[in-house]
């Protein structure tokens, strides 16, 4: 189910602008670089606070345009968001929701909004929302959400462009089921974890999402009140409580952002050290990326990356957690577009994420794709071009091109970056990069 045009159009206008970035490059880097909080954690805590009758305090939340837009979806349903530089507080004073009508054009411009339905169904045993259509990298489909949710005692109605769904059981409370999905989805899951922790009655997951984000979620809600056992596992078991209270939490790092971090180092073949983040979540990034030729100290939240000066190429292909990371695909091309040898880059999660690819050969990348796999013959130095991100990952892989280019790059594009990544070019600034935002 696809959006109308004009609600995409109206939903990008929301941050769209002019600004790029200006990078010139050939610098070698060097220094540490902080994680910042993780964005695809951050938006499911956000929209777990509408479960809680307290207040919740969010504290490492990554100051970034879609935390922002899921600040705004909440205000505008009542909640009450008090926002100082990464800490977010959150407490919800309504017992009813305004109708959500009003929220069309902010639902529209966040997918990651999509994260509300299963809260506002257990809370309130209704929602209306926007079908959150697709998007650039994919169809973006949620049959899964809808199809679980139906288990647990839900009913829809799907009308111009939009979705109404309400509990239909006697006392209008969700209940607990068996589910087996049919794929790994990771909105899914968190979506029926979100639900099924204030349904009657226990709720068992099967085939689930083992996403660390998916961990964080059940991290919060268990110090809220709730009974999640197993996240991070295929089978998670959630026993429905009455209410949930309010609590303090710190979002996990941000593994993208980490992983995003360390490719700019292999691709300038620098040594820098993150911290704040968590190498365990980044194992399989690190086992490509010492098969390709850089080594790692690291401890439980800190990481040194030191790569060789001559890299080669690996294979990689992409599937859900604890696999290659779907997000770090585009970043991950662009090294391999840099290194000596041919290596092979299959997208299994997603249908349509090689629009960095038509870029990346713009900047001189030796890159062909048939049938979601690309083929990278690496080059020895790509070209400073003028270049268009067209999504978050898409623009973070086309500013590490230019960081190792001939020349000066310019990356236009720059609502995307900043949808998904804190201060990043500062970030890359202080460790050495020449680049400025304009
Ligand atoms: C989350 O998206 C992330 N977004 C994505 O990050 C990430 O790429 C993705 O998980 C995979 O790790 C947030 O957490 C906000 P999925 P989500 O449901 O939940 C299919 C970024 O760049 N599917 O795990 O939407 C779907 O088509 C973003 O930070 C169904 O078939 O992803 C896809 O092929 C991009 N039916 C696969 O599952 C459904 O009902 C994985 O999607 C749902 C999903």
């Given amino acids: 189910m696809v959006l109308k045009k004009n609600n995409i159009n109206t939903s990008r206008n929301l941050f769209f602008n002019n600004k790029y970035l200006e990078i010139k490059g050939g610098e070698i880097l060097a220094g540490k670089v902080k994680i910042s909080g993780a964005k695809n954690s951050a938006l499911v805590l956000m ?9 919740i305090n969010l504290f490492n939340v990554p100051r970034i345009s879609d935390v922002l837009i899921m600040s705004k979806i909440l205000t505008a ?3 009450n968001i008090r926002s100082n530089a990464n800490h977010l507080t959150i407490s919800s004073e309504q017992t009813s929701l305004p109708s959500q009508e009003s929220l069309f054009d902010l639902f529209n411009a966040l997918r990651g909004s999509f994260f509300c339905i299963g809260p506002l169904l257990a809370r309130f045993g209704k929602a209306k929302i926007p079908l959150p259509g697709g998007c650039l990298i994919g169809s973006r489909p949620i049959d899964e ?11 829809f109605q799907f009308k111009n462009n939009s979705l109404s769904a309400e509990v239909i059981t006697p006392d209008k409370r969700l209940i607990g089921s068996s589910i087996t999905f049919d794929c790994k989805s990771v909105g899914a899951t968190e979506t029926l974890i979100m639900a099924a922790s204030l349904a009657k009655g226990t709720t068992i997951l099967n085939n689930s999402a083992q996403e660390p984000e998916i961990i964080d979620l059940a991290n919060m809600l268990n110090l809220m009140g709730a009974r999640v056992k197993g996240a991070g596992s295929e089978r998670i078991t959630i026993e429905g409580v009455e209410s949930l209270k309010g609590c303090d939490y710190t979002v996990m790092s941000d593994r993208i952002e980490a992983g995003t971090f360390l490719i700019a180092a292999a691709i300038t073949r620098s040594s820098i050290s993150l911290c704040n983040c968590e190498p365990n979540h980044l194992r399989t990034v690190l086992k490509k990326l010492e098969l390709c030729g850089c080594k790692f100290e690291y401890t439980k939240n800190s990481l040194r990356i030191i790569p060789n000066q001559i890299l080669n190429s690996v294979n990689v292909t992409t599937s859900p957690f604890p696999g290659f990371p779907t997000d770090l695909q585009a970043p991950f091309m662009t090294l391999m577009a840099t290194v000596n040898g041919t290596s092979k880059i299959e997208e299994t999660v997603f249908e349509n994420r090689m629009h960095h690819v038509k870029e990346l050969k713009r900047m001189g990348a030796n890159i062909t794709v048939k049938d979601n796999i690309a083929t990278i013959v690496g080059v020895k130095k790509l070209r400073g071009r003028v270049v268009i991100g067209s999504d978050l990952r898409a623009t973070a892989a086309l500013a590490l091109a230019g960081l190792s280019a001939n020349g000066k790059t310019i990356v236009k594009g720059l609502e995307h970056l900043e949808r998904g990544y804190e201060d990043f070019s500062e970030k890359l600034r202080t460790i050495g990069t020449r680049i400025l935002k304009k």
């Fill in 145 to 155: 959400h809808i199809n679980s949710l139906k288990k647990l005692g839900v009913i």
């Fill in 47 to 55: 929209a777990a606070s509408i479960l809680s009758r307290g207040q």
């Fill in 77 to 79: 349903m009542g909640m």
